[in-house]
């Protein structure tokens, strides 16, 4: 089975800049989660998805991070524009669905926003 | 919002020696998940825990879950180099939002 999958893994950009992070979860996979992961803390949930429905984005900053999940299948989070504080890991993950919620986690995307 | 309390955040520990990460949650959490990390890498799930007094064991470690207490504990035993590594603890509101701690860093020494 092919984990999931995220790209770019690594991306540079200056502040006010704007990027995109893309995600493939697990085949199946209903449920979707971004994380942020800053240096030395742990993840942050930014924003969950049930299939292409939002469950839950309490913690997104929306003025500058939105996200999507089309068909219910692939992810894709953008910011616009970026802040320097904004440089972290971004995780993907997902789960089978919310019931036991074990999480399958993505290599990650490590922005630094300069 | 769920706090999640982890110590130590560092550990450092002969190979050979037990060792017990604690991991606090702050209101009632439906499930208590366990994960490593390594260094540059992403995370690994360990153990789900699903109810008062569950008691999940994989090698060298063993995770146990006290919901009354608001506790659970991943006790290391006969430690060895390999299991260097970040260690998580994460719960999940009713909401199923999951919030994480802020991580144990173990360095297990020849």
């Known amino acids: 089975e092919a984990g999931v999958a995220q790209s770019p893994r690594y991306k540079i950009i200056e502040k006010r800049q704007s990027v995109a992070f893309w995600c493939n979860p697990i085949?199946?996979?209903?449920?979707l989660y971004w994380y942020q992961q800053i240096l030395g803390q742990g993840p942050k949930l930014l924003i969950q998805?049930?299939?292409?429905?939002?469950?839950?984005d309490s913690q997104l900053p929306k003025d500058r991070f939105s996200a999507e999940r089309l068909k219910g299948v692939d992810s894709t989070l953008k910011i616009q524009p970026a802040k320097l504080e904004d440089s972290a890991v971004y995780l993907c993950?997902?789960?089978?669905?919310?019931?036991?919620?074990?999480?399958?986690f993505g290599p990650g995307t490590r922005l630094t926003v300069l | 919002e769920l706090k999640v309390e982890q110590n130590p955040l560092f550990l450092s520990m002969q190979e050979g020696k037990n060792y017990t990460i604690y991991c606090n949650y702050s209101?009632?959490?439906?499930?208590l998940y366990w994960y490593r990390q390594d260094p540059g890498k992403s995370l690994e799930s360990l153990f789900v825990?699903?109810?008062?007094?569950a008691v999940k064991q994989e090698g060298r470690l063993m995770a146990s879950l006290d919901t009354k207490a608001r506790l659970s504990t991943l006790h290391i035993t006969a430690a060895v180099h390999d299991l260097s590594a970040t260690y998580f603890c994460?719960?999940?509101?009713?909401?199923?939002?999951?919030?994480f701690g802020t991580g144990t860093s173990l360095t297990v020494i020849p």
């Open positions: 993950a997902s789960s089978r669905d919310r019931g036991t919620g074990t999480q399958y």
């Open positions: 085949s199946g996979h209903a449920t």
């Open positions: 998805f049930q299939n292409n429905g939002v469950v839950d």
């Open positions: 209101t009632t959490s439906d499930r």
């Open positions: 825990l699903l109810s008062n007094g």
């Open positions: 994460a719960g999940t509101n009713t909401g199923n939002q999951f919030y």
